[in-house]
């Protein structure tokens, strides 16, 4: 019998284990405890789920539940270190969302939702970005982009590759 290599780090399961006295119940801690793995691995592997859960002392499907509510949370392999989401809905779509995203895509040779083969960058589409006066909006790791062309947004994430 093989035993799966485990994913969470001690200092991991630590930092989810301090969530408990916040939270009412473990099944509350789900959120956090997928961040917490995800802020370290870019991703949260079906192992990493699994380990969640025996941790909260849940059902593995009951974390997976959340985890694919979200449609944020990547299982296939880690985003790219800069992960950048284009906001595609109504406001943004009027304003040339939908151009910004396929001309970033095309300059990155990329698919919406695709990471690069250097991992420096994923490109999402996003649901509304909560800025629609400032449509068409990106944000790109914790930067809102407001009022972009496709050549400020193309712009923009040039400098960011040349940072990361
Ligand atoms: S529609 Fe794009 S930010 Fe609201």
New binding site residues.
Partial sequence: MTTATRVLTDEMIEKIKAFFLRYPTRQAVTLPALHVVNERLRCVPIQAVVEIAELLGLAPADVQDTLSFYNFFKQDGPHGTTRAWV???????LRG?EEVLSHLCHKAGIKPGQTTPDGKLTIEA???????E????MLANEELHKNLTPAEGEAFLGRLLERS
């Fill in positions: 906001c595609r809905s109504i406001s943004c779509a969302g996003a649901e509304c970005l909560g800025a629609c400032f449509a068409p909006c």
